[in-house]
């Protein structure tokens, strides 16, 4: 068994509830542990890898990681760090999003795997479809009080709010049901340990007690413990919301989040929550993060941190090959790259690249024909506002046709095309346009 776990994940600031005893549990031998996904989408965000690199590590520490997709739970809505109900989804929706995640889930761990460790994935709709309301409400509903349930966090904010909508029965019942997923996994499967985020503490507390409830003997003496550990929520150092960018979510499928614009968010990251994060999203050592954090703080201009950040995130997410890809992206902004890294960009990351340069279309029978240059610089596009400022240009040296410098003879041809549609203008260092042909 590899070393403390709990250790490890505290020095990363990925422990922030823990109840007693669950430490020397885990010391024992392999802990079968599970982290719920609630499927509101048909992918994740980054919000979501703090879960996902947790059960990495309980993989990787010799412990079994169960990944528990709730279709069941899924159709009520979770009512932590919520201020008002959340709409149902319909079932041909919401069979779509557990596939999404699955789908998801299914890239970091290896669901086919055979040792005994092998991460599992479970979906709670496949044991709650059968269980009629009657069954729930005896053999649930009577071991947990309402009393009990009225305590959580999460039920009494609801209830103290302002909004006055006050809360359904719905979601009220959440934390029973998932408090039943813990007890059905202990029972079938010898869980013993539910991790998630620190607002779902009270609803993992809730399938501890009901663990404890539900199993007692003849004799009136429980016999069973099941423990519960959660992770910090991850913000900002600036109080702003974690894995937002300007265009909303940032998502873990690279058709909803390029792997360019993935990258960008971590490249970006200031020098203060980097040092945070290079803990909590990488499987760097204890020595190599501290080195690193030391070598920053001394030319934090050369941005190392950052850098192994999203070196590090970009290849966990999408692997090494699309990190590079990433890189070589960036670099074009930089003038650093070749007309041959360019047409290798897609059309969605070469869009991304140059976000907010002017474009102007053209017929693509121009370009079959040729297109001088004089006239794409000026006529056709407006990028330069004269045929004697193109000429002075050209003279000067100072153009390129998809970063490769040009003379006033060049002639635009269809080879120049990127995916056979675009064709990159710039003067100097930072002026761009783009001609489109259709």
């Not at 041959?340 to 690249?353: A, P, Q, R, S």
């Not at 121009?366 to 004269?386: T, W, Y």
């Not at 040009?406 to 990159?424: H, M, R």
Request: charged share 25%.
């Amino acid at each position: 068994m590899p070393a403390n776990l709990v250790e490890e994940l505290k020095w990363r600031g990925l422990v922030h509830d823990i109840m007693p005893g669950t430490e020397e549990h885990m010391s024992k031998g392999m802990t079968t542990a599970y982290i719920g996904f609630d499927p509101t989408s048909d992918s994740l965000h980054i919000g979501s890898l703090v879960p996902i690199i947790l059960l990495v590590h309980l993989y990787r520490s010799g412990h079994k990681p169960v990944a528990l997709v709730g279709g069941a739970t899924g159709m009520i809505g979770d009512p932590s760090g919520k201020s008002d109900e959340r709409n149902l989804l319909d079932e041909a929706t919401l069979a779509g999003n557990v596939k999404g995640i699955k789908a998801v889930l299914s890239r970091f761990l290896d669901f086919d795997a055979s040792e005994a460790n092998a991460p599992v994935l479970v979906n709670n709709y496949d044991w709650m479809k059968d269980f009629t309301f009657i069954e729930f409400a005896r053999d649930v509903g009577k071991r947990i009080t309402v009393n009990y349930m009225m305590a959580k966090d999460s039920v009494k904010k609801r209830l103290s709010s302002d909004s006055g909508v006050g809360m359904s029965f719905t979601e009220f019942t959440y934390q029973l049901i998932q408090g039943y997923d813990f007890y059905h996994l202990h029972k079938t499967m010898g869980c013993t340990l539910q991790m998630g985020g620190s607002d779902q503490w009270g609803n993992i507390t809730t399938g501890t007690e009901l663990i404890r409830r539900m199993n007692v003997g003849q004799d009136g003496e429980e016999t069973a413990k099941a423990y519960a550990m959660t992770c910090p929520l991850i913000t900002k150092a600036d109080g702003s919301k974690f894995g937002k960018s300007e265009g909303g979510n940032v998502w873990l499928d690279a058709d909803k989040t390029s792997v360019y614009k993935f990258y960008q968010f971590w490249l970006n990251t200031s020098d203060e929550d980097a040092e945070k994060y290079i803990r909590i999203f990488t499987f760097l050592d204890k020595e190599t993060i501290e080195k690193l954090i030391e070598e920053h703080r001394e030319a934090p201009h050369q941005r190392m941190l950052q850098k192994t950040l999203a070196k590090e995130v970009t290849s966990f997410v999408h692997s090494e090959e699309e990190y590079e890809k990433a890189v070589k992206a960036s670099s074009i902004l930089f003038g650093t790259s070749t007309s041959d890294d360019l047409k290798g960009l897609d059309e969605t990351t070469f869009l991304e690249v140059f976000d907010g340069v002017p474009q102007a279309e053209i017929s693509f029978s121009e370009v079959e024909e040729g297109l001088d240059m004089i006239a794409a610089l000026s006529a056709k596009s407006g990028f330069l506002k004269s045929n004697g400022e193109a000429r002075r240009a050209l003279k000067e040296n100072s153009i390129s046709v998809n970063q490769e410098k040009v003379k006033e003879d060049y002639t635009i041809g269809k080879e120049d095309l990127i995916n056979g549609q675009f064709v990159l203008l710039q003067r100097g260092k930072k002026n761009y346009f783009i001609l489109k042909a259709v």
